[in-house]
């Protein structure tokens, strides 16, 4: 989703919310890159020129906190109003002086389990007012991903061949 991101669709995004918001049952998942922090060639950068200047890190770490703070109350209502089974984590986050990432502290923030590069989830859903064995579930499998989606047609056969093929899921992310 990439809030806040050169091309974000903001009025895009308010329907989303409303969406969610008029919905009974949403569940979401979290495939990475929630808001626009910096593009993985900026950040290794920042972070080499910061690797020996602990007091410039600690800066930059408080500096980033402000900005994030914010946008932890933009996303607010997709972990209000839906169950979000868990995030796995982007390649566009912020790691900070601790080594704490900013998709861990948007997981604890909002009390979603934590996934790291890819997880899976396995959600049931059971019949009201029969036994606790009835109903049924579907595995979730949802990972991030890193490069190669240029166009939208490579990001199937990249799931496809790459992932599909070695782990048992019923829907993937």
């Known amino acids: 989703m990439q809030l806040g991101a050169v091309g974000f669709d903001e009025q895009l995004y308010a329907r989303f919310i409303d969406d969610i918001k008029n919905s009974k049952a949403a569940l979401s998942i979290g495939t990475g890159d929630y808001v626009d922090h910096f593009r993985p060639t900026i950040r290794h950068n920042l ?10 890190k600690a800066a930059m770490d408080r500096m980033y906190m402000d900005w994030f703070s914010k946008q932890l ?38 009390g979603v389990p934590f996934l790291d ?15 606790p ?31 599909m093929p070695y782990y048992d899921a019923d829907i993937f992310f």
């Open 73 to 110: 109350k933009k996303i607010e209502p997709i972990f209000k109003h839906t169950k979000c089974v868990g995030l796995v984590t982007g390649h566009h986050t912020y790691t900070f002086r601790d080594g704490t990432t900013a998709d861990q502290m948007i997981c604890k923030h909002f």
């Open 47 to 56: 972070e080499d020129a910061l690797r020996t200047d602990m007091d410039a």
């Open 133 to 163: 064995s009835s109903g049924w579930a579907l595995t979730f499998h949802a990972q991030h991903g890193h490069g190669g989606g240029s166009y939208v047609h490579t990001d199937i056969p990249n799931l496809q061949h790459k992932t």
């Open 117 to 131: 590069e890819m997880g899976m989830v396995e959600v049931r859903w059971m019949y009201l007012h029969e036994h």
